[in-house]
């Protein structure tokens, strides 16, 4: 958790969220009395610098963590000589339904030992295949909520005047503000992304608010900037080199203010689905590079399996993500987005208590 103090240091001497939002958060599992649910959580963001919490969206980073913790704590159980289980994982910020598929040790609990390793993590674990179901409108209820694939998001920046960037507002797994890189002022300022320019950081926060009004999620951007954790917001670009074929596109995105050391799980989730989906901004760019391109996407028709997935490569500060993405035709011929699926890894870190501070004079969200 972070500090509970009144101040603006993020050192976190009284506190022990590593001083960063991504390291931030907390998870509150327990078994869930759900139909066809193992396990349900609520997931917490805790800012680092000032007194507050945020609990309007989810991290599928620490999601992937409740699985193998649900199986060592004994709220899931493993049948005798089971070596993988799928863990049936619900939500309650978001209503979402994750099915997590973990490897079982001899003796029942989470095997942390493989050679699955993920960029910007040292060392390799078993794999954690974390498949988000139905993921568009995870706080809209749409997963266009604009009702458009991309369009233009005119923005009064604090610090530079007003600008128009182009964006694709899409809620899947979380609701992000994906905005096309091309469009910033970006050749206006050679270090830009500066990630200790507080004017490059202010009118990235600009375009968020915007993005949030717009997104039906604040009534104004004043509203909007009560509210750090949702929506999200990440710069795409195009894949850069042509020899890094198994990279589809490029992107830097944002938590609570400063930019991500590499991609939110739901923001590889979100750029999953968007990017198989004709028209947005992530599907533009990653077909800038060929023409006529065979489809990425997975397909579903009922509850059968026409075509696989092909993993959809996205780079980001730390490394390089896939998602494999499947969708679903439905019986009036709709096509919907079914699910996305990631691998990440997992391992216990440390048992305890956490003591934590509550000041009367504070207000938390």
Same mark, same amino acid.
């Given at each position: 958790? !972070? ?71 004994? %709220? ?8 993988? %289980? ?32 993920? =960029? ?15 993921? !568009? ?85 004043? =509203? ?8 999200? %917001? ?37 750029? !999953?689905? =968007? ?15 060929? %023409? ?59 048992? !305890? ?13």
């Amino acid at each position: 958790m !972070g500090s509970s103090r009144k101040s603006k240091s993020a050192n976190q001497i009284d506190g022990v969220g590593g001083a960063s939002s991504t390291t931030s958060k907390v998870a509150v599992v327990e078994r869930s009395n759900r139909p066809d649910v193992d396990v349900e959580y609520t997931f917490v963001q805790v800012a680092p610098d000032q007194p507050r919490i945020d609990m309007t969206g989810n991290c599928g980073n620490i999601a992937s963590g409740v699985g193998p913790f649900a199986l060592d704590e004994g %709220i899931v159980r493993a049948a005798p000589r089971q070596s993988e %289980i799928d863990i049936r994982v619900f939500n309650t910020n978001t209503g979402q339904t994750i099915v997590e598929t973990v490897q079982v040790a001899a003796d029942g609990t989470f095997r942390e030992e493989g050679n699955y390793s993920i =960029a910007g993590v040292e060392g390799t674990s078993s794999p954690v295949r974390v498949a988000f179901l139905t993921p !568009g409108g995870s706080m809209t209820g749409r997963i266009f909520p604009s009702g458009v694939q991309q369009e233009i998001l005119t923005v009064p920046s604090r610090t530079i005047g007003t600008i128009h960037v182009r964006v694709s507002l899409v809620d899947a797994a979380n609701p992000f503000v994906l905005v096309d890189a091309a469009s910033m002022p970006l050749e206006e300022h050679p270090s830009w992304p500066d990630p200790n320019d507080a004017r490059f950081l202010s009118l990235v926060e600009d375009v968020r608010r915007e993005g949030a009004v717009r997104l039906g999620l604040a009534a104004n951007t004043q =509203a909007a900037g009560q509210v750090r954790g949702t929506p999200k %917001i990440a710069i795409l670009s195009r894949a850069a080199g042509d020899d890094d074929m198994d990279v589809d596109l490029q992107v830097l995105s944002f938590t609570m203010g400063k930019p991500h050391p590499s991609l939110q799980l739901t923001g590889a989730v979100c750029l !999953g689905a =968007a990017t198989v989906i004709h028209g947005t901004i992530a599907w533009e760019l990653a077909h800038a590079r060929e %023409i006529d391109r065979p489809p990425k996407h997975g397909m579903l028709v009922g509850s059968h399996q026409i075509a696989a997935p092909v993993p959809v490569g996205i780079r980001h500060p730390a490394g390089v993500i896939h998602a494999e993405t499947s969708l679903r035709m439905d019986r009036k011929g709709g096509v919907h987005v079914d699910r996305v699926a990631v691998f990440r890894t997992a391992r216990r870190l440390f048992e !305890g208590s956490v003591l934590y501070r509550v000041e009367e004079t504070e207000a938390y969200m």
